[in-house]
């Protein structure tokens, strides 16, 4: 017997390469109970797809372990937070908390929570996921990222459910920014993860193998389909709790679809062959290539100005008494002095670093704060012209002078001799490097540039203290003062210049320690702004780092895309993707 089989459809299954929600996502229309929050200026069109990218898979969707930059800008589509930091103005603003009040003291905090809304798979939302979410986080044997952040003065928050949409928040002292710690929190489903987190293995649910069916958020999209080194996609939330001013609910797009793309030459390929309608961050040279296309390829590239990233020069002023390292402890005879440290940074060139490594696109910085943050900068640090002349007088008036050769050397006669690390992968601070390197040889300073791959250079930086000086750069995840305090104060995790140093070595160090600490309870934004102010001004005096430029933001989107602000932090393009939309009839392309 023979059997004819046809196939007007083929399905392919995957299994775990292939994950798939078949419930539609049709915006449900807002109801009269639910507490909309109304977003944007105006109203866009809604359906089609935009085509992202990521450098690499995702290794979690677990907002309470992820750690990954892939990961993180995913679970920020899929999940909310109760007071939102806006990337475009810095500022805080209401979320899934409509409002809140502080008492006078600033150590209580009661959080009213928008009713009526519903997590991604149409379950509603209370006060009980708050208190379950802060629970989670917080708990010590699940060892969340967010949980140091949780902590103020090295205590954790106290949270208890005062109504079905109301949440009280006791702090251990006050903390100047509370409403910040908000943000950092991804609400999560206490009807979904209650039993995980009961039986210890809240760490374990939520891998990239998950069912998306079996998640469930409050952002503005949810899972749809994943297939690891291809692509991600994530589909409009129906219950998405933001609407525009014309009632619409929010988001427009049906999907936003992330193609894995493992570098950035890959990614701006795509981009202009018309795969991929956004670049979230670029280097200055693809910036110039793509510019000279911009008009015919119907795409616009965006310099946003200088991000929170800031790249800086720095010494080895770690205590080596108790290693073996008698080269390097030798040379930190003129790493501790503070005119050696002036003296190299008045002969760097910063406009030269800016011109040659970034093609104009960064600003020189002589303290740790960029202009990029709108809210802290300190206008009144000094940003002195490179001079030669004046770095050579400062070395004078310590006892370094020049040979008749031209080399420079201290008062033993000593030559000043020294490398600095770096690591190749990141070619812009490897130029940097070589610059400096010119720059110094210039005061007759012998340097070498010492590249290493980036995990030796943490080891010797970090670990065996086994160098000399290095090039790194910062960037942190919020404007605030508060996430840099373990760069500036002593015993930081961060204090890379000296790791070593649990109490502070200088007046100036101490007084850094003791600001940075200050600043924490001053809730009067002008008076901690004085503060913050001072530090920076300490910085830029002392010199514990040499801060040299930020590099600016560089983005690039489609002109046909609506609502398109690129910011200087978070997710520069995506930050706003509940309010992207097609300004002209592309759905049927995508």
Same mark, same amino acid.
């Given at each position: 017997?023979? @059997? ?35 977003? $944007? ?25 992820? +750690?990954? +930059? ?5 679970? $920020? ?44 798979? $149409?379950?509603?939302? &209370?006060?009980?996921?708050? +208190? ?15 949980? &140091? ?17 109301? !949440? ?6 006050? @903390? ?8 950092? +929190? ?50 409009? =939330?129906?219950? @998405? ?32 062959? #018309?795969?991929?309608? !956004? ?19 119907? @795409? ?17 002023? =770690? ?86 050769? $031209? ?7 000593? !030559? ?65 003062? =508060? ?8 015993? #930081? ?68 895309? #609506? ?28």
């Amino acid at each position: 017997m023979k @059997y004819r089989v046809r196939f007007g459809l083929r399905i392919l299954i995957l299994s775990s390469l292939l994950m798939f929600v078949a419930f539609a996502s049709v915006p449900q229309a807002p109801k009269p109970d639910e507490d909309i929050l109304i977003a $944007g200026d105006a109203a866009g069109r809604r359906g089609g797809r935009l085509l992202a990218s990521l450098r690499s898979d995702p290794k979690s969707l677990n907002p309470v372990t992820a +750690v990954d +930059v892939p990961s993180k800008q995913i679970i $920020g589509l899929l999940f909310a937070d109760l007071i939102h930091i806006n990337p475009y103005t810095q500022h805080t603003e209401p979320a899934l908390a409509k409002s809140w009040t502080m008492s006078s003291e600033g150590k209580h905090y009661t959080l009213e929570l928008r009713r009526g809304i519903h997590f991604s798979d $149409g379950h509603p939302f &209370d006060a009980d996921d708050v +208190v379950f979410s802060f629970n989670v986080y917080q708990d010590e044997k699940v060892h969340s990222p967010q949980r &140091d952040l949780l902590e103020v003065g090295g205590k954790s928050i106290q949270v208890r459910k005062s109504g079905p949409y109301q !949440v009280d928040f006791d702090l251990p002292q006050p @903390y100047a920014a509370a409403e910040r710690l908000f943000d950092s +929190v991804r609400i999560l489903p206490r009807h979904l993860l209650e039993r995980a987190y009961e039986e210890r293995k809240i760490s374990q649910v939520w891998g990239t193998s998950t069912a998306a069916s079996e998640i469930a958020g409050l952002g503005p999209f949810r899972l749809k389909q994943y297939v690891p080194g291809q692509q991600i996609v994530l589909e409009r =939330n129906p219950y @998405y709790w933001k609407a525009d001013p014309s009632g619409t609910r929010l988001p427009y797009l049906d999907e936003i679809a992330f193609l894995i793309v493992p570098t950035e030459d890959a990614e701006v390929i795509r981009f202009q062959a #018309g795969e991929i309608d !956004v670049l979230s961050r670029i280097g200055a040279d693809n910036y110039a290539t793509l510019e000279r296309y911009q008009r015919a390829r119907d @795409y616009q590239l965006y310099d946003s100005g200088p991000g929170l990233e800031y790249n800086f020069l720095f010494f080895n002023l =770690n205590d080596l008494s108790s290693r073996q390292l008698p080269a390097v402890s030798r040379k930190q005879e003129w790493f501790r002095r503070v005119e050696f440290r002036q003296a190299v940074s008045a002969a760097i060139d910063r406009e030269s670093i800016v011109r040659l490594v970034y093609q104009g696109r960064a600003t020189p910085l002589w303290d740790q704060v960029t202009p990029g943050n709108k809210l802290w900068i300190n206008a009144s640090i000094a940003q002195p012209a490179r001079s030669l002349a004046k770095a050579s007088a400062v070395l004078r008036s310590a006892g370094f002078t020049r040979r008749a050769d $031209g080399v420079l050397v201290d008062a033993h006669g000593q !030559v000043v001799e020294f490398s600095i690390l770096t690591n190749p992968s990141n070619a812009q601070r490897t130029k940097i490097a070589t610059i400096i390197q010119d720059d110094l040889t210039q005061l007759g300073m012998q340097v070498h540039v010492v590249p290493l791959e980036f995990h030796a250079v943490m080891g010797r930086i970090f670990d065996t203290y086994d160098y000399e000086a290095a090039v790194l750069g910062l960037e942190s995840g919020d404007a605030d003062p =508060n996430p840099e305090i373990n760069v500036w104060t002593s015993g #930081g995790a961060t204090h890379v210049w000296a790791l070593s140093e649990t109490h502070p070595s200088t007046e100036w160090q101490a007084e850094i320690d003791h600001l940075m600490q200050a600043q924490t309870a001053i809730l009067d934004y002008r008076k901690r702004k004085q503060a913050y102010d001072r530090v920076q001004e300490l910085i830029a005096q002392f010199d514990p780092v040499i801060c040299l430029v930020s590099p600016h933001v560089l983005v690039g989107g489609k002109n046909t895309i #609506g609502g398109l602000k690129p910011a200087v932090m978070g997710d520069y393009v995506l930050w706003n993707a509940d309010q992207l939309f097609w300004s002209r009839n592309v759905a049927g392309k995508r």
